[in-house]
């Protein structure tokens, strides 16, 4: 599917992106790995049009009908619009005036109430919404592939964010779910597996905890891992997985890498063999509900353990969780540059995100489906659900 045109030429003038969310294989992507990513019911509008300016764009909210247009403000603010406007220059085309005439607005609904505004401001679907549009403002909107649009977008993200703080594949997995819809296995050449019968029905809630001092762009170990990854392939090119993977790892640790070297790339391997057992009850008749809160919260572990993720305030939300009901939590870079806990919590959501509400309440609990749609055009005003 990711190789067939996914936008007419007339649909990018007005569309809705869906953000997806990584549920399985945070930094996988730094071994070339693969993840499991949903698109969720939280939206992204966007409306692009040909003007006689300048390249444009706004970031911001429809409030209400009486207040209107809300733009987010700031000198950060103003700064982030400048690097996209470049980057989608350069990435898009860099021939100076290509994108001349272009104006695109984009409307986060009630996400900018929640979420920091300069990390909504940077995210990775804005990236893909400029992709979108600079793709149709060029008249090749009905040639695109949903690959074509997510390395472009891609490739947008890593020239609009500081030089050497992300790997320039990070969001690849996000911006296909995005384009395309539902939840899957994506691998790092965009070979989708459909695994929505391994998630438990009505199970996931996105916990946020406000904190003003985070950066809009997540860290990542990308140096530590990069080094770590270039003593082992100076040695037989790249680990193998499962146990013979982690017996060569150890070996060559004893004599090539640092304690946190091995601990980097033994919890990266780590994830990625349990990734490897999750996809394997695909082919069982029963699925097992728990898997996924189990692994969640393994992964979390390692992200805290090896990776270096400090969990802050979501230790407390963790408690509070399992005493709620919840399954599983596991920590995530939400939007690319917020931290936030994705928790389990199969059937007991709502009671659980109702609990936490009362014990959090500066936090923000929301309700996260799959969509199964992706890219669309926008509904009618009268029709837009932007999500909770």
């Not at 987010?72 to 989608?88: K, N």
Request: glycine share 12%; net charge negative; with cysteine.
């Amino acid at each position: 599917m990711g190789s067939q045109p996914v936008l007419a030429l007339q649909e990018w003038e007005q569309f809705v992106l869906p953000h997806s969310l990584r549920l399985l294989g945070e930094y996988q992507h730094l071994i070339g790995a693969g993840a499991v990513v949903a698109a969720t019911n939280l939206r992204l509008r966007v409306t692009a049009e040909a003007t006689g300016g300048p390249p444009a764009i706004e970031l911001g909210r429809w409030a209400d009908t009486d207040t209107g247009w809300s733009p987010f403000e700031g000198d950060s603010i103003a700064a982030r619009v400048v690097c996209w406007e470049r980057a989608l220059q350069v990435a898009v085309d860099g021939e100076p005036g290509a994108l001349h005439g272009l104006a695109v607005r984009l409307d986060f609904g009630p996400l900018a109430g929640l979420v920091p505004a300069d990390v909504l401001a940077a995210s990775p679907a804005v990236a893909l919404a400029l992709a979108v549009a600079g793709t149709g403002f060029r008249g090749e909107g009905d040639r695109a592939t949903a690959e074509d649009l997510a390395r472009l977008a891609c490739r947008i993200k890593a020239l609009a964010d500081p030089p050497g703080t992300s790997h320039a594949d990070r969001f690849h997995a996000e911006m296909l779910q995005s384009i395309l819809g539902g939840v899957a296995f994506v691998s790092s050449e965009g070979d989708r597996l459909n695994v929505q019968p391994l998630l438990p029905p009505d199970s996931l809630l996105l916990g946020v905890v406000p904190d003003p001092q985070a950066p809009p762009v997540a860290p990542e170990p990308l140096a530590r891992v990069a080094e770590a990854l270039a003593r082992v392939r100076g040695r037989n090119g790249r680990l193998a997985g499962g146990d013979e993977g982690m017996a060569e790892l150890f070996r060559i640790g004893r004599d090539e890498l640092t304690d946190e070297q091995t601990g980097l790339l033994y919890g990266l391997m780590r994830v990625r063999e349990m990734a490897d057992g999750f996809l394997e009850g695909l082919g069982d008749e029963v699925v097992d509900n728990d898997r996924l809160a189990e692994i969640c919260d393994e992964e979390s572990a390692i992200l805290t353990d090896y990776l270096g993720l400090a969990p802050g305030p979501y230790a407390a939300v963790r408690a509070a969780a399992s005493e709620a009901g919840a399954l599983g939590l596991r920590l995530t870079w939400a939007f690319g540059g917020c931290l936030a806990a994705l928790i389990i919590a199969p059937g007991r959501r709502e009671q659980v995100g109702e609990a936490l509400a009362r014990r959090f309440p500066r936090a923000s609990f929301l309700v996260i489906n799959v969509e199964p749609e992706g890219l669309r055009p926008a509904p009618e005003e009268d029709d837009w659900d932007p999500g909770p």
